[in-house]
């Protein structure tokens, strides 16, 4: 079990690029979550999947945000034309069907300029 | 609004005291609880939950407590050692009429512990 892993670790870019995280869950996970935390405040809910399903998204998420989970196992979250309002750590977490405890990976830190 | 909320933004104790983190929420429909830990630049890592079917849970040296009647919860540390200094979120999730199971997070504490 080697844990949630995420991918990059950091991300700097300009104000209106496109980013792209990845996530890889525990494998026998079928549930995974995104969700972004700003400074000061507790992680808050993104969206939802459940096995390739994307079941849930938080209002939140605005439409330059997608994620995908093609094959129910990784995960991606893309941010098209980035804004500065975007940079916070944004933190994917798996879990088991039936499971209460979700389990974090380490987060990517996004910063735009 | 803020459905789950940590009114003490830290908290400082002597190692071997008792630490004790509280938690208050709003939403009657939240039935499972839990704590993280977070060191900066690391993911939340899982500490301990509570079934909203139980008043009390021990794991080693953390024990949570729920006064369901209270909206309440408290997470005690102890004894307590340095290492235990990190941000403690306490979370709670629900039936919320379907099946996410999303996490609903306070501001969290940072607590020191001073050797």
């Known amino acids: 079990d080697t844990g949630v892993s995420q991918n990059p670790r950091h991300k700097i870019t300009k104000r209106g690029q496109n980013v792209t995280f990845r996530c890889d869950p525990i494998s026998e996970h079928n549930r995974l979550y995104w969700y972004r935390q700003t400074l000061g405040q507790g992680p808050e809910f993104l969206t939802y999947?459940?096995?390739?399903?994307?079941?849930?998204k938080s209002r939140l998420l605005s439409d330059r945000f997608s994620a995908e989970r093609p094959k129910g196992s990784f995960s991606t979250l893309e941010i098209q034309r980035t804004e500065q309002g975007d940079s916070a750590m944004y933190l994917c977490?798996?879990?088991?069907?039936?499971?209460?405890?979700?389990?974090f990976g380490p987060g990517t830190r996004l910063t735009v300029l | 609004d803020q459905q789950v909320k940590q009114n003490s933004p830290s908290l400082s104790v002597q190692e071997g005291r008792i630490s004790i983190l509280n938690c208050d929420y709003t939403?009657?429909?939240?039935?499972?609880f839990l704590w993280y830990k977070k060191y900066p630049a690391e993911g939340p890592t899982f500490l301990i939950s509570i079934s909203s079917i139980k008043d009390k849970n021990e794991d080693g040296r953390f024990t949570v407590f729920l006064n369901k009647s209270a909206k309440h919860l408290s997470l005690h540390i102890v004894p307590s050692q340095p290492g235990d200094s990190a941000v403690y979120f306490c979370?709670?999730?629900?039936?919320?009429?379907?099946?996410?199971?999303?996490?609903?997070f306070g501001t969290g504490t940072l607590l020191a512990v001073q050797p």
């Open positions: 979370a709670a999730s629900g039936d919320y009429g379907g099946a996410t199971n999303k996490l609903i």
């Open positions: 939403n009657s429909m939240f039935d499972y």
């Open positions: 999947f459940q096995n390739e399903a994307q079941l849930e």
């Open positions: 977490a798996s879990s088991l069907i039936g499971d209460n405890e979700q389990f």
